[in-house]
């Protein structure tokens, strides 16, 4: 009989859905406040006319996923902007800048 330790790996960072973590850092920028989770996904889904539980899941995803890459502070499921440049940020998720030059 093998007695052993399983060895666990930091999960590897997903990237992030550059349109839909644009419009929810859009959204926390014009509303100016925090803002519940529940709220964000259900005004980017009148927003952007989706409704499905796949759209929910991936703007909870891109929510966890901002928060561990430090774009966003959560206290209690309650979302808000931590990034003070956040220009730079929006201008990095921009369609057009995907690192590859356009010939």
């Known amino acids: ?3 052993g330790y399983k060895l666990r ?3 590897q960072p997903r990237p992030l859905v550059r349109h839909l973590m644009r419009s929810i850092l859009q959204l926390l920028q014009s509303t100016q406040r ?3 989770d529940t709220e964000i996904v259900s005004t980017l889904a009148a927003r952007l006319h989706r409704s499905d539980p ?3 899941r991936q703007v909870l995803l891109n929510l966890h ?3 561990s890459y430090g774009i966003l502070k959560r206290q209690l499921n309650v979302y808000s902007l ?3 440049q956040l ?3 929006m201008d990095s998720l921009a ?3 995907s690192g590859r030059t356009q010939r």
């Open 34 to 36: 925090p803002m519940r």
């Open 87 to 89: 220009s730079a940020i």
């Open 9 to 11: 790996r930091a999960p």
């Open 54 to 56: 796949e759209f929910q």
């Open 65 to 67: 996923d901002a928060v």
């Open 82 to 84: 931590r990034s003070k």
């Open 95 to 97: 369609p057009n800048s």
């Open 1 to 3: 009989m093998q007695v």
